[in-house]
């Protein structure tokens, strides 16, 4: 079974300024995806960023990128010029690449980050 | 397109009742998935369909009942409500595949068991 850990319960950042928050995960499997979904106060679960296991290029997303380290199975989002609208809790997610059935996110507990003037 | 909807919002129920919570996509994707959202737990999968007429159960999926009679429409049923299903409840899909399609999150339902 796969797990999903983000250690930092709650962040807060400036206005501008850039946060990164961790991910780390545990899985026998090779082939797999990452995401990083957000939550904000409305409910709604927006995906951020999306990274395969197989590409070695970090995914990027305009203020938005991850450090994928495949070996170290650590998996951060930063998030660059931060805005207000960024004030959410985000979730790693953990997908594995499986063939002819439905391929399950693994989520983590989530980080509340707080973007302040 | 209306995306993934859920109805109702909110639910109270007493336990021991029953309910069905609703999800419906038309975004003709054949996988759906019914998930739980806990304080300090992040998403737990509840049920998951990879097409009409087929189901699964995922992490928790006691006291939960699903079918799935046609594409859009993915129903989650408690037979018997209990306050430990106190709980926000989201119903996703995406595309059939293996690459890494985006799940579509509904705006949730969020139950409330006394």
């Known amino acids: 079974a796969q797990t999903v850990t983000q250690s930092q319960p709650e962040m807060s950042v400036q206005e501008a300024e850039t946060v990164t928050l961790s991910c780390t995960y545990d899985?026998?499997?090779?082939?797999?995806?990452l995401f990083w979904y957000k939550q904000p106060p409305s409910r709604q679960m927006i995906l951020v960023i999306r990274q395969e296991a197989y590409k070695q290029q970090n995914a990027t997303e305009n203020r938005f990128s991850v450090n994928f380290q495949k070996a170290a199975k650590s998996f951060s989002l930063k998030i660059s010029d931060s805005q207000l609208g960024d004030t959410a809790m985000y979730f790693c997610?953990?997908?594995?690449?499986?063939?002819?059935?439905?391929?399950?996110?693994?989520f983590g507990t989530g980080t509340r980050l707080q973007v302040t003037l | 397109n209306a995306g993934v909807t859920q109805t109702p919002k909110f639910q109270v129920l007493k336990t021991g009742q029953s309910m069905t919570l609703q999800c419906a996509q038309d975004m003709n994707h054949e996988y759906m998935s019914w998930y739980r959202q806990d304080p300090g737990m992040g998403l737990r999968l509840i049920h998951y369909s990879v097409g009409a007429g087929i189901t699964d159960q995922g992490e928790v999926p006691n006291g939960y009942n699903v079918s799935r009679s046609t594409t859009e429409d993915f129903p989650l049923r408690l037979l018997s409500a209990a306050p430990s299903q106190t709980s926000v409840y989201f119903c996703?899909?995406?595309?059939?595949?293996?690459?890494?399609?985006?799940?579509?999150f509904g705006p949730g339902t969020r139950l409330t068991v006394t």
């Open positions: 899985t026998s499997e090779n082939n797999y995806y």
């Open positions: 996703a899909s995406r595309p059939p595949g293996t690459g890494a399609y985006e799940q579509y």
């Open positions: 997610a953990f997908m594995k690449h499986a063939t002819g059935t439905a391929s399950k996110l693994t």
